[in-house]
């Protein structure tokens, strides 16, 4: 029994007092031998409810991960579908042909390269999204900036009625912070 081998039972004594010693000990073996069997019962559930366990944590970071490409993704959709209807309405308002100003058509084109090179700016950020250091925080005059935002926006369609007009009173407005992120935020 102290070997481990529960379970052992002693044979019977003559005497009353050895035989009660025999049996005190044939029923601690018998307990510690159904102890071990529920013990190890035990250990394999425990196992197969960690192993459970593992496997939930494993589907919810996959989920979790799934969440943040979509979440990126709306993102991106978002940052870049802005530019990209600005190219889009000025192309369409270029091949109507109802910009017959040769001034007003190079500025419109202009505006179509400005927003090209923003989405470009967008994908090259995504690309750079893990390196360390996302960008340089610089001194940005709030004011060109406002106008050349609402350049983009001013030739497509649903601003077609608005006017958008920044009244400021002659004095730059300058934050520190980098350009681009600035722009997509206006």
Not at 104 to 125: P, Y
Not at 131 to 156: F, M, Y
Not at 175 to 183: D, G, I, N, S, T
């Amino acid at each position: 029994i102290a070997s481990g081998d529960f379970g052992y039972v002693l044979e019977a004594e003559n005497t009353s007092e050895l035989q009660d010693l025999v049996e005190a000990l044939n029923a601690m073996s018998t307990a510690l031998a159904e102890y071990r069997v529920q013990t190890e019962q035990q250990v394999r559930t425990l196992k197969k409810a960690n192993d459970d366990l593992h496997q939930a944590q494993e589907a919810l970071i996959r989920s979790e991960r799934l969440a943040g490409v979509g979440r990126m993704a709306a993102g991106l959709a978002h940052e870049v579908g802005n530019p990209l209807a600005a190219v889009f309405a000025t192309v369409d308002l270029l091949g109507s042909g109802s910009v017959d100003d040769s001034a007003v058509q190079i500025e419109m084109l202009r505006r179509a390269r400005i927003e090209l090179d923003r989405i470009h700016v967008i994908m090259q950020s995504l690309l750079d999204y893990t390196r360390i250091g996302k960008g340089q925080s610089e001194p940005v005059d709030v004011v060109p900036l406002l106008n050349d935002a609402i350049g983009t926006v001013s030739h497509q369609p649903k601003f077609k009625n608005c006017v958008i007009q920044v009244d400021t009173d002659g004095q730059p407005l300058v934050v520190q912070m980098e350009r681009e992120k600035l722009h997509q935020v206006v």
